[in-house]
């Protein structure tokens, strides 16, 4: 039998009058009548909010203002087209029909993170970007053992350079290299005793990557400077994109090129290139070390624009699944 959506929703009397017309189509032409109400979720009202009463019958859609006529020849078209479909006996069409008429566990699955995808999302970098710190706080409890499980689930993720990093329960947050030339600090060679670290493949900065810190010092976050600005600012646009309703517009991608792969990308490689013992190159690219102001700055903006440009195409992507299994349960359910 042929299969009828209305999308509809309380006090529709125009919804009412179109389904008065489908049940008086019912003898010509046979259908089962789905009911969706469009209030059931936020996506289905923004899309036909200001459409309603909505009629899909196959691949056909009518929107209001929908007269007896133009319902008729929507539902005969749909009739006759699955006729068709029918009698050609199309095997993909056969398995969508009958994939259509089972609700299967992964269909419950998947409708299920399609509306709760976002806090699944939140969650995740809330734990990912909570862990390291809690690496130093249990260094400062003395349960060093889970600490260092801790820094080595992040040692594959992070460089976790001694001198990138924030510290929790010392005299700084932060400890730079002197090449940084940040004024009224200590420098990460006085603190830990490493030598200079100018070569990026000498064998102290490995020592520098292992070095966690100590009691006056404080201990070490498992993840770098940039790492958890950025994880910090997904987290923290995840958190606004759902209390705005997930109705923030995505970023052109043109946008987050300039606006956040841009400053990381020049903060990051220049000073990469920078510190290669290649005169050829030193000609070009002054020796510079990064300083923790424009690690955290580069790293939540490519952050910010990257979960800007990433989140409102991935909730467009979970409409579409919402409203398929929508249809899909109202269609199952109007056929017991």
């Not at 959506?5 to 009058?17: A, N, S, V």
């Not at 070390?289 to 490519?302: D, K, M, N």
Request: contains cysteine.
């Amino acid at each position: 039998m042929l299969n009828v959506t209305l999308y509809t929703r309380k006090g529709c009397k125009l919804c009412d009058e179109v389904k008065e017309e489908l049940n008086d189509l019912q003898t010509k032409y046979p259908h089962r009548l789905a009911e969706v109400d469009i209030e059931s979720d936020s996506a289905l009202m923004e899309t036909f909010a200001l459409e309603i009463p909505v009629v899909e019958a196959g691949p056909y859609r009518l929107k209001a203002p929908i007269t007896r006529q133009k319902l008729e020849m929507t539902i005969g078209a749909a009739s006759d087209r699955k006729s068709q479909l029918e009698q050609l006996g199309d095997p993909e069409y056969l398995m969508k029909v009958k994939r259509g008429k089972l609700v299967t566990p992964g269909d419950r699955i998947s409708f299920w993170i399609s509306r709760r995808y976002l806090l699944l999302l939140n969650l995740f970098m809330l734990f990912y970007v909570g862990l390291p710190f809690l690496a130093p706080s249990l260094m400062k409890l003395g349960w060093e053992l889970p600490a260092k499980a801790v820094y080595r689930i992040y040692s594959p993720l992070c460089h976790q350079f001694g001198f990138r990093s924030f510290y929790l329960f010392g005299e700084q947050a932060f400890y730079p290299l002197a090449e940084a030339r940040i004024d009224g600090v200590k420098t990460f060679e006085e603190v830990s005793g490493i030598p200079r670290l100018d070569d990026p493949y000498s064998i102290t900065r490995f020592d520098a990557r292992k070095y966690v810190g100590d009691e006056a010092v404080g201990y070490k976050v498992a993840l770098c400077e940039r790492d958890v600005a950025i994880y910090i600012a997904i987290l923290f646009f995840g958190i606004i994109f759902g209390l705005t309703g997930r109705r923030i517009k995505p970023l052109h991608w043109m946008f987050w090129l300039l606006l956040g792969l841009g400053p990381i990308g020049l903060d990051g490689f220049s000073q990469l290139f920078s510190q290669f013992n290649w005169e050829w190159l030193a000609a070009m690219i002054p020796y510079r070390e990064s300083t923790p102001f424009l690690r955290v700055l580069t790293g939540a903006l490519f952050g910010l624009f990257t979960a800007w440009f990433a989140y409102p195409n991935i909730e467009e992507s979970m409409n579409e699944t919402r409203q398929y299994y929508i249809k899909k349960f109202a269609a199952i359910e109007a056929s017991k």
